[in-house]
């Protein structure tokens, strides 16, 4: 789950991690009155999940009441629009007003967990304020890292190590010491996946501080964090992965035209490969599940046909832990009475199965059947381009 900046912040001002004073903001008449007690010069920002905001238009440093004026009325409900929001843009619905700052040196700092070494990684770059994937593939010395067992914690050789890379001076190195393990320290009990300062400033008076703030959260612990699960934006995430976020579903939506219901991520994966393999591109991401019912099936169902640029559907089930029979059911339920007019290409194996495809063909509805995965990819990738042609 990702968070704004301004969660973010609020979370590391509570935490010992130094941010600049500042108020978020909803309407153009509370931001003003932020610049106001703040002080000139500050800073608007639009407050989406997306980075690259600057260069997006979201963000001005006003040097005058005129210019905060100006730049709050630009910014706030702006449809800010760059390569990580995709072509459809975000809407920009709040503001955060911060003091402006006296900037000597701009680093890079983030923590994330390595899912192969199974341990948490600290990556710092003296290049910070750009993209830290602009800077691992024009200048890979540049980034450096130091990897944390979980068990014996954040050491101050790490610090250290990293400080001296940085080329910190002995004020800089106390203040970014202090930092780091107020970071390190929030990162873990709060079971984040990712917190990033880009840029981490170091000001004229030797501070260091967190002049922005990216994090996001493992979605599986926030059963343990109640108070940052209430946090989530919907207004921020795809429509449809909200919808199925309420069943449970792991859906996630992508670009395609060939709408994929799977149960398990590891054959979503698989099919999702051979769906490109075969010429087709897939519409979605969704795993129903190992042990799914169907109900939420017939809800996934409607989920896939809601997204307009879906022109054919293959459904995908290895009947291990589920029933094919309750697959089937599922299916026909969400189709039944729903006006459908792309077609379905369905394959059941496993547990069920003859029962599960007497289901689909006493449901009288206009299934395609196939037994094998590479006949039922060929058929829906056919179907999708709509003119009868197949490259296989």
Not at 320 to 348: C, K
Not at 368 to 384: K, N, S, Y
Request: glycine share 8%.
């Amino acid at each position: 789950m990702k968070i704004h900046e301004y969660q973010a912040k609020d979370l590391f001002r509570s935490s010992g991690v130094p941010v600049p004073d500042g108020e978020v903001a909803a309407t153009a008449q509370v931001a003003l009155a932020a610049a106001e007690k703040l002080g000139y010069p500050c800073v608007i920002k639009a407050q989406v999940h997306a980075g690259g905001r600057g260069k997006a238009g979201g963000i001005k440093l006003a040097r005058s009441r005129p210019e905060a004026e100006k730049y709050v009325g630009e910014i706030l409900g702006m449809t800010l629009v760059n390569r990580q929001t995709g072509p459809q843009g975000k809407l920009v619905r709040k503001l955060l007003v911060e003091q402006g700052l006296d900037i000597r040196r701009e680093l890079y700092v983030a923590i994330i967990i390595d899912r192969e070494k199974e341990m948490p990684v600290i990556i710092a770059s003296a290049q910070g304020g750009m993209e830290i994937e602009a800077v691992a593939q024009e200048n890979p010395q540049a980034i450096y890292q130091e990897y944390v067992h979980p068990v014996t914690g954040l050491a101050d050789c790490h610090i250290r190590n990293l400080a001296f890379k940085l080329g910190l001076s002995k004020v800089q190195q106390k203040n970014f010491s202090q930092l780091l393990t107020h970071l390190y320290e929030l990162f873990m009990k709060t079971d984040m996946s990712l917190a990033e300062i880009n840029p981490l400033i170091i000001t004229g008076k030797d501070d260091v501080i967190a002049l922005d703030a990216k994090v996001t959260f493992d979605d599986n612990a926030l059963f343990r964090h109640p108070e940052i699960a209430a946090w989530r934006d919907v207004f921020e995430e795809e429509p449809l992965e909200v919808e199925a976020s309420k069943y449970e579903l792991n859906y996630i939506r992508l670009d395609g035209n060939i709408g994929c219901m799977v149960n398990g991520a590891g054959l979503a994966m698989a099919t999702m490969d051979i769906i490109k393999y075969y010429g087709g591109e897939p519409a979605n991401f969704l795993d129903v599940g190992g042990a799914t019912s169907a109900e939420r099936v017939k809800e996934a169902f409607k989920i896939l046909l809601a997204d307009p640029k879906v022109k054919a559907v293959l459904v995908n089930i290895f009947g291990g832990i589920v029933r094919t029979d309750l697959v089937a059911n599922g299916i026909v339920h969400a189709v039944r009475g729903m006006d459908i007019r792309i077609p379905i290409v369905i394959r059941l194996v496993g547990t069920n199965e003859e029962e599960g495809m007497r289901i689909l063909r006493e449901s009288q509805l206009n299934f395609i059947t196939e037994g094998e995965l590479a006949d039922a990819v060929r058929r829906v990738v056919e179907l999708a381009k709509g003119d009868g042609s197949c490259p296989f």
